[in-house]
């Protein structure tokens, strides 16, 4: 039973950082691509970045790239997601997601295991 458990929300000031973890269990990883996305009130759920655990390529949105950063630890098993420069519209949850080929997909729809998710609030 594949679980994913993320960390890290919170309140944050504009300009301000976080870094989400995403612990992965019950599986090996090595072939998975890792994906993490938001969902903000009355909005879909958008792709924010994600990485191919076996070669580390990482993609990310344009709304975020050059503020957050994709990493991967394999000796635990777990994802993180810098995020720096954050804005009041970063504001959202959440969710950590694996999918099980390498694809690098950045559809939602395409992942099978999912997060419980964390709030990130950015205060202008």
């Known amino acids: 039973q594949v679980q994913l458990v993320e960390s890290g929300g919170g309140l944050v000031q504009a300009g301000g950082s976080l870094r989400l973890s995403c612990a992965a269990s019950?599986?090996?990883?090595?072939?998975?691509?890792m994906g993490w996305f938001r969902q903000a009130p009355g909005k879909e759920r958008e792709f924010v970045a994600n990485i191919m655990w076996s070669s580390g390529r990482t993609n990310y949105a344009d709304s975020v790239k050059g503020r957050f950063t994709i990493s991967r630890d394999n000796a635990k098993s777990t994802v993180y997601l810098q995020m720096n420069s954050l804005k009041p519209e970063d504001t959202a949850v959440y969710y950590c997601?694996?999918?099980?080929?390498?694809?690098?997909?950045?559809?939602?729809?395409?992942?099978?295991?999912w997060g419980q998710g964390t709030q990130v609030t950015v205060s202008s």
């Open positions: 019950g599986r090996t990883f090595t072939t998975y691509t």
């Open positions: 997601a694996a999918d099980r080929g390498p694809t690098a997909t950045i559809q939602s729809r395409l992942y099978d295991y």
